[in-house]
């Protein structure tokens, strides 16, 4: 039997247990290869457009309007557990380290939204109810605004990179930074608290991914207030 991969488009013949196993040996060594070619593509890229066309502004947009999270499980909403281990749209986690660029580190964000409607459009829920939380912050954030620092360099194809989902769309799952996070840790190096762009879901809020560290930084930043845990008791 000739088995292929959609993904890959490896092919093997599958005759016993072993050609099975090397046949996922082959897939394996594929997806690493395809990983470090990406990598290295993607850091390229940012590094050639920062280069050619150096940012004529900085960290620009002031916030100090409340901003929302929801929370699964009883975690803390001003955690940064999550985005340290897995990574997100704006930060690489220890998921995405790779040795190839020992210049590039973990780095955590906390995500949030300017409207809890805004949080529900883009939330990727697990099972059970989620706890509402506001969060206030205690100072004005400067941020790096997404839709300015795209229009300067004006290429659909890094706005595409940037809109890109990760591997099986699950952050955990992507084992080599890419574009957004290659961005934004650039972005993060010349300083600014954080990144603002419109969501996708809900388009006439934005979301927020403030830069941190540790929780303790995100602790002395905000003021945090419960609201309430069952959706459906939600008055709209």
Same mark, same amino acid.
């Given at each position: 039997?000739?088995?292929?991969?959609?993904?890959?488009?490896?092919?093997?013949?599958?005759?016993?247990?072993?050609?099975?196993?090397?046949?996922?040996? @082959?897939?394996?060594?594929?997806?690493?290869?395809?990983?470090?070619?990406?990598?290295?593509?993607?850091?390229?890229?940012?590094?050639?457009?920062?280069?050619?066309?150096?940012?004529?502004?900085?960290?620009?947009?002031?916030?100090?309007?409340?901003?929302?999270?929801?929370?699964?499980?009883?975690?803390?909403?001003?955690?940064?557990?999550?985005?340290?281990?897995?990574?997100?749209?704006?930060?690489?986690?220890?998921?995405?380290?790779?040795?190839?660029?020992?210049?590039?580190?973990?780095?955590?964000?906390?995500?949030?939204?300017?409207?809890?409607?805004?949080?529900?459009?883009?939330?990727?829920?697990?099972?059970? *109810?989620?706890?509402?939380?506001?969060?206030?912050?205690?100072?004005?954030?400067?941020?790096?605004?997404?839709?300015?620092?795209?229009?300067?360099?004006? @290429?659909?194809?890094?706005?595409?990179?940037?809109? *890109?989902?990760?591997? @099986?769309?699950?952050?955990?799952?992507?084992?080599?930074?890419?574009?957004?996070?290659?961005?934004?840790?650039?972005?993060?190096?010349?300083?600014?608290?954080?990144?603002?762009?419109?969501?996708?879901?809900?388009?006439? @809020?934005?979301?927020?991914?403030?830069?941190?560290?540790?929780?303790?930084?995100?602790?002395?930043?905000?003021?945090?207030?419960?609201?309430?845990?069952?959706?459906?008791?939600?008055?709209?």
């Amino acid at each position: 039997m000739r088995a292929t991969s959609q993904r890959t488009g490896l092919a093997h013949e599958l005759i016993n247990i072993s050609a099975l196993e090397q046949f996922r040996k @082959d897939q394996e060594r594929h997806r690493r290869q395809k990983e470090a070619l990406d990598l290295q593509e993607s850091f390229g890229f940012i590094q050639w457009y920062l280069k050619q066309s150096p940012l004529p502004f900085g960290p620009d947009f002031q916030w100090k309007e409340p901003v929302y999270r929801l929370m699964y499980g009883g975690a803390s909403p001003l955690s940064t557990a999550g985005s340290l281990g897995a990574g997100g749209r704006f930060n690489s986690g220890m998921a995405q380290m790779s040795a190839q660029f020992p210049q590039l580190r973990a780095e955590a964000c906390l995500y949030t939204s300017s409207t809890l409607e805004c949080c529900y459009s883009e939330a990727q829920p697990p099972y059970g *109810n989620p706890q509402e939380y506001q969060l206030t912050p205690d100072r004005v954030f400067l941020l790096w605004d997404l839709k300015k620092v795209l229009r300067h360099y004006a @290429d659909p194809t890094l706005e595409q990179r940037i809109q *890109n989902s990760p591997l @099986d769309a699950t952050w955990s799952h992507q084992k080599v930074p890419m574009t957004s996070q290659l961005l934004a840790f650039e972005l993060r190096q010349l300083g600014g608290d954080g990144i603002i762009l419109p969501s996708t879901k809900c388009t006439q @809020d934005l979301n927020i991914a403030f830069f941190f560290q540790s929780d303790n930084a995100c602790e002395r930043a905000f003021h945090c207030v419960k609201l309430r845990c069952q959706p459906s008791a939600r008055i709209e």
